[in-house]
């Protein structure tokens, strides 16, 4: 069974920074496309950055910039470090991920979610 944990969400002031892990874990094959995305109170989920299986990024408008997508393929694991964060950026954070298991077909998988609150 394939699962993904997204962590490192938490608490910080306007200006702060965040470093948020999404780790893939179980009988994996392959983890293709990933990506990053965030639903505020009241608002729908919305992209909020998505890297490649050949690292190719790309990034919303709104957090270009201030935020990197990368990945370890190695550790089957995905980041998004937050800079020079908003209030606006208070959400909770969904990664997302393409995977093939070992006995299980292509599909995409979703974390549980991170709080990110920013707020002084």
């Known amino acids: 069974q394939v699962q993904l944990v997204e962590s490192g969400g938490g608490l910080v002031q306007p200006g702060g920074s965040l470093r948020l892990s999404c780790a893939a874990s179980?009988?994996?094959?392959?983890?293709?496309?990933m990506g990053w995305y965030r639903q505020a109170p009241g608002k729908q989920r919305e992209l909020v950055a998505f890297?490649?299986?050949?690292?190719?990024?790309n990034y919303a408008d709104s957090v270009k910039g201030r935020f990197t997508i990368s990945r370890d393929n190695a550790k089957n694991t995905m980041y998004l470090q937050m800079n020079s964060l908003k209030p606006e950026d208070t959400a909770v954070y969904y990664c997302?991920?393409?995977?093939?298991?070992?006995?299980?077909?292509?599909?995409?998988?979703w974390g549980q979610g991170t709080q990110v609150t920013v707020s002084s």
């Open positions: 997302s991920a393409d995977i093939s298991g070992v006995s299980t077909p292509r599909y995409d998988y």
């Open positions: 179980g009988s994996i094959f392959s983890i293709y496309d």
């Open positions: 890297i490649t299986s050949g690292g190719s990024t």
